[in-house]
């Protein structure tokens, strides 16, 4: 298991576990409005890139949260997958010339160092021909986001397409699996002011 996606699913399931705290007067209500320079390292995708650009109107609230948690631990990434489909959309992300795709869930953990992690997980797209279809591609529902944005709005990310989560029932620990051999690399990532 690629080692930054072990760290994200690691990362996702404490912001699904940790409430949003902020430092106080910190500026970081949503909406933030991001772009990026995604860079595919798949072999899928290899040598593709575009601009990307990703919205956020609202976060994730605490209850949102620990409904998406104790699904998980009780149910399973099947139910979880359920849940977080039938959460209210927080904001988009969209690439050029397409149609933005919904997100569910977002929150923001402040960086030790200044600055904050973005965590943004959703459902994959999935298209007319592979739900017909059900290649092996079918099992990787979910799509994870990770941003480091520094206190003067800039960062860079990683984002993980088209993944899979388990719970390790013996170790009590989240696992990811990349159904790509890399995850796309989010470069130049700025947030724009309003």
Known sequence: MNVWIGSLALVSLAALAAPRTLPAGAAQDAPLKMTAWAVNMSNMGAGSNAVVDIKIDRWSTDDERKTLASTFVEKGPEKL??????????????????????????????????????????????????????????????????????????GEGKLALATKITLNKKTNTVELENYASEPVRLQNVKVEKS
Request: hydrophobic letters at 35%; glycine letters at 8%.
């Open 81 to 154: 997958l359920d849940a977080l489909q039938h959460l209210k959309r927080i904001g988009y992300i969209k690439l050029p010339n397409s149609l933005g795709y919904d997100l569910q869930f977002a929150r923001e953990i402040p960086l030790d160092e200044g600055g904050r992690k973005i965590i943004i997980a959703t459902d994959r797209r999935i298209g007319y021909r592979e739900a017909r279809e059900q290649p092996r591609t079918i099992d990787y529902p979910f799509t994870l986001i990770e941003i480091r944005l520094r206190p003067d709005g800039t």
